[in-house]
C-alpha cells in the first residue's frame, strides 16, 4: 500500500506517549530518569530505603517535567545515612519520607547533583521530613533541604524536628545561583531552642551574598514553635518576599538580617502568650513591613514585635547596615509585651539611628503596663502620619498628630488555620516498615 503523505506528517506531529517506569533502588532510579522523556513518570517502589544515595538528573519541559514520585504517598521511606539530590531541569519529585537520617554533615535533600550540576525550575511537593528520634544534638551539623540553582519550588512538605546545628532550609545564593525560588504552603514545626547560632529554619543567602538580589517568595507556610535561635527566618539577599505566613508561637522572628529591599506583607504572629515569641526585625535599606497582624507576642529587644535596630557606621557585609527608608504600615499589634521598638541593638558600636523611617497606618493596643512604642534612639527624619495607639504609653517619644492616642476597636484576632491547610496532603504513622531496601543496587535489577 502506498503511504499517504499528508498522514505520515501528522503522526510525525503527534508526541510521544509518556513512559511510567516502576524503580526499586537508588542506581535503577538514577538510570531511570536520566533515560526518561519530558512527562515521564519514574514510581519509587513502597518500603524503606535505607542508606539510599538517590540522584535524580533528567531533563524535562516547562509544562512537561519528568515526575519521581512514591508508589503510594509516604511510604517510599528514606532511612539511615540516606540523601536525595536532584539534577537537571523540570523534575518533579513528590510523595516521599525522610525520617531520622544519620548521614553526617549531609544535606538531606539538595537541588544539585554536585558543584557543577544543579537542578532547575524544579519542584518537591508533598514529602514528609521528620526527626522523631532521641537524637541528641551534640556537635554534628547538618542541613535538611539545600536549594541551588534557578526557579525551584518546594511546596505542601512537612518538616519537623530537627535538633542539632545548622538551618533546616538554606537558598544558596552565587554566580550560577540566581534564586527566584518559590517556598509554599509548607508546615515548618517542632525546632526546639539550640542555645546558639545555626539554628534558623529558613536562611536565604548569606553575608557573602547578601547584596545579590534573589527574589525568593516565602509564601503561606505555618512556622509552629520554631524555636531554634532568635532568627526563624534569616534573610540575607535582596528583593524576596515573606507574605502570608503564620508563625505560632515561635521563639525568634522573621529577621531582615542582611540584605535591601524586602517585603513583608500580610503574615499573622501569635504568641499565645508563651516567652520570647517574637515578630519582625528590621535591618538594612528599602524593607516594606505592611499589613501584618502582631498578637500576645511575649519577646523584648530583638525579639519584639516589631524591631527597627540601629546601624553600625561603615558595617561590613556581615554586620548591621543602617536602617534607611523603611515602611511600615497597616500593621496591627494587640497585647504584646514590646509592640514597636526603634533604635535598639546591644552591639556596642551600632549607633547609627533609624533614618528617613516611615510610620504610616499602624494600630497598637499595648499590653496592660508596656508601651506602645519605646524608642531607644530618636530616628532621623522619621515621617508619622494616621498611627493610633491604646492602653500604653510611650518611651523616648512624644505623641503629635501623626501618633495618638485614641479609642479604637480592632477586626477580632485571626484564629490559627486547620493543620491540614500546610504540609503534605497524607500523613501516615511510620511505625512497622516494610523489607528494607539497600542503598547498594547490585541485588536489584
Known amino acids: 500500500m502506498k503511504a499517504i503523505p499528508g498522514l505520515l506528517f501528522f503522526f510525525a506531529l503527534l508526541p510521544a506517549f509518556a513512559t511510567e517506569v516502576s524503580v526499586s533502588d537508588p542506581e535503577t532510579a538514577r538510570k531511570a530518569v536520566r533515560d526518561a522523556k519530558p512527562g515521564d513518570v519514574i514510581v519509587l517502589a513502597t518500603g524503606e530505603w535505607k542508606d539510599a544515595d538517590l540522584r535524580l538528573d533528567g531533563e524535562g519541559e516547562a509544562g512537561n517535567p519528568i515526575v519521581v514520585r512514591?508508589?503510594?504517598?509516604?511510604?517510599?521511606?528514606?532511612?539511615?545515612?540516606?540523601?536525595?539530590?536532584?539534577?537537571?531541569?523540570?523534575l518533579v519529585l513528590s510523595g516521599v519520607s525522610l525520617v531520622n537520617l544519620s548521614g553526617t554533615n549531609t544535606d538531606w535533600l539538595e537541588f544539585r547533583i554536585d558543584s557543577k550540576r544543579r537542578a532547575n525550575h524544579s519542584r518537591v511537593t508533598n514529602c514528609l521530613f521528620t526527626e522523631n528520634s532521641d537524637f541528641a544534638a551534640g556537635e554534628s551539623e547538618n542541613r535538611w533541604i539545600g536549594i541551588y540553582g534557578e526557579a525551584n519550588q518546594i511546596d505542601r512538605c512537612t518538616i519537623e524536628g530537627k535538633k542539632n546545628k545548622g538551618a533546616t532550609l538554606v537558598v544558596w545564593l552565587g554566580e550560577e545561583d540566581p534564586g527566584r525560588h518559590r517556598i509554599l504552603a509548607n508546615l515548618f514545626r517542632d525546632r526546639p531552642r539550640l542555645g546558639k547560632n545555626g539554628g534558623e529554619t529558613i536562611r536565604i543567602g548569606d553575608s557573602k551574598s547578601s547584596m545579590q538580589k534573589a527574589d525568593c517568595v516565602v509564601e503561606g507556610n505555618l512556622f509552629s514553635r520554631c524555636d531554634g535561635e532568635t532568627e526563624c527566618i534569616s534573610n540575607k539577599s535582596c528583593g524576596n518576599v515573606y507574605r502570608g505566613n503564620w508563625f505560632h508561637e515561635t521563639q525568634g522572628t522573621l529577621t531582615l538580617r542582611h540584605g535591601h529591599d524586602c517585603l513583608v506583607e500580610g503574615n499573622?504572629?501569635?504568641?499565645?502568650?508563651?516567652?520570647?515569641?517574637?515578630?519582625?526585625?528590621?535591618?538594612?535599606?528599602?524593607?516594606?513591613?505592611?499589613?501584618?497582624?502582631?498578637?500576645?507576642?511575649?519577646?523584648?529587644?530583638?525579639?519584639?514585635?516589631?524591631?527597627?535596630?540601629?546601624?553600625?557606621?561603615?558595617?561590613?557585609?556581615?554586620?548591621?547596615?543602617?536602617?534607611?527608608?523603611?515602611?511600615?504600615?497597616?500593621?496591627t499589634f494587640s497585647g504584646c509585651r514590646e509592640s514597636v521598638v526603634i533604635g535598639y541593638n546591644d552591639v556596642k558600636d551600632a549607633s547609627l539611628p533609624p533614618k528617613n523611617v516611615v510610620f504610616e497606618g499602624n494600630r497598637i493596643i499595648a499590653k496592660d503596663g508596656r508601651p506602645a512604642v519605646r524608642v531607644e534612639t530618636r530616628p532621623e527624619s522619621a515621617t508619622w502620619k494616621d498611627n493610633l495607639y491604646r492602653d500604653g504609653g510611650l518611651i523616648g517619644m512624644e505623641e503629635g498628630d501623626g501618633l495618638k492616642a485614641s479609642p479604637f476597636e480592632l477586626a477580632p484576632d485571626p484564629e490559627l488555620p486547620e493543620m491540614d491547610r500546610f504540609g503534605v496532603t497524607w500523613r501516615l504513622p511510620i511505625k512497622s516498615l516494610p523489607a528494607s531496601r539497600s542503598g547498594k543496587s547490585s541485588n536489584h535489577g
Not at 502568650?273 to 530583638?302: A, P, S, Y
Open 70 to 90: 512514591a508508589e503510594e504517598p509516604g511510604k517510599t521511606v528514606f532511612t539511615g545515612a540516606s540523601r536525595i539530590r536532584i539534577g537537571g531541569d523540570h
Open 268 to 331: 499573622t504572629f501569635i504568641g499565645g502568650t508563651r516567652g520570647q515569641t517574637g515578630g519582625v526585625r528590621v535591618i538594612g535599606r528599602g524593607h516594606k513591613v505592611i499589613w501584618n497582624t502582631f498578637l500576645n507576642l511575649e519577646g523584648d529587644g530583638f525579639r519584639s514585635a516589631l524591631c527597627l535596630v540601629n546601624g553600625i557606621p561603615e558595617s561590613p557585609d556581615n554586620g548591621y547596615h543602617q536602617v534607611i527608608g523603611a515602611e511600615i504600615r497597616n500593621n
